[in-house]
């Protein structure tokens, strides 16, 4: 089983909808969870950290579910620049385990 | 930004061939990491540096042989590499192994 797994996509979606994808993991003891966006051949820059109690950054809703050993990203309101590839990350004490990532295209 | 810079940002080299690449990180972080991204994988750890002490070697090949002069500083040294080495060679760092922060990459191919 994969450390980090994630539905690849392509979700498409209209701009102004809102879109929402998980992320699974497959080590209970995991400490911290983080989302981070890639664009095309461009470096994975950080998003937002997912806090126990879920957290919110403007248009982007992080939660985590420790039971199920999830986590999931929401994206409100989508914009045409939110189109990028969407990266769970997970932290078992100094090692980042990457997802390969969930692609999204905002449409106009 | 320029955070974390990675030199050179495009890399082509022969088989037979030595080269370097060289990461530096303005964000006075204490930990440096090597990651290899192929496309459609997941970003693959490769080494690191703790306080300029190596702390992980993810079974990298010997042709891979990373060097943390300063914690400010990171090396990829690569020799005899093969096709299947061609990849994007991401540098990180971060401050006491929590979230971290990419450099743009060296995108490398082996012919």
């Known amino acids: 089983r994969k450390e980090v797994e994630q539905d690849p996509g392509p979700f498409n979606v209209p701009e102004g909808a809102t879109v929402a994808f998980n992320c699974t993991y497959s080590?209970?003891?995991?400490?911290?969870f983080f989302w981070y966006r890639q664009d095309c051949r461009k470096e994975p820059k950080l998003l937002m950290s997912?806090?126990?109690s879920g957290n919110e950054d403007g248009r982007f809703t992080a939660q985590l579910n420790r039971a199920s050993q999830y986590i999931s990203l929401l994206i409100r309101d989508s914009k045409l620049s939110d189109s990028a590839t969407y990266l769970c990350v997970v932290n078992d004490d100094y090692k980042l385990s990457f997802g390969a990532g969930t692609t999204v295209t905002v449409r106009a | 930004e320029t955070g974390v810079t990675q030199t050179p940002r495009h890399l082509v080299m022969g088989m037979t061939n030595k080269k370097s690449l060289k990461c530096e990180q303005h964000?006075?972080?204490?930990?440096m990491y090597w990651y290899k991204q192929s496309a459609k994988k997941p970003l693959e750890l490769m080494f690191v540096y703790s306080l300029e002490e190596r702390v992980e070697n993810n079974s990298v090949p010997s042709r891979f042989s990373p060097e943390c002069p300063n914690s400010s500083h990171l090396f990829l040294h690569l020799h005899t590499l093969q096709p299947e080495d061609s990849a994007l060679y991401l540098c990180a760092s971060s401050q006491d192994l929590n979230e971290q922060f990419f450099g743009p990459g060296t995108r490398l191919t082996v012919l």
């Open positions: 997912v806090y126990s």
């Open positions: 964000l006075g972080h204490n930990a």
């Open positions: 080590n209970s003891a995991s400490q911290s």
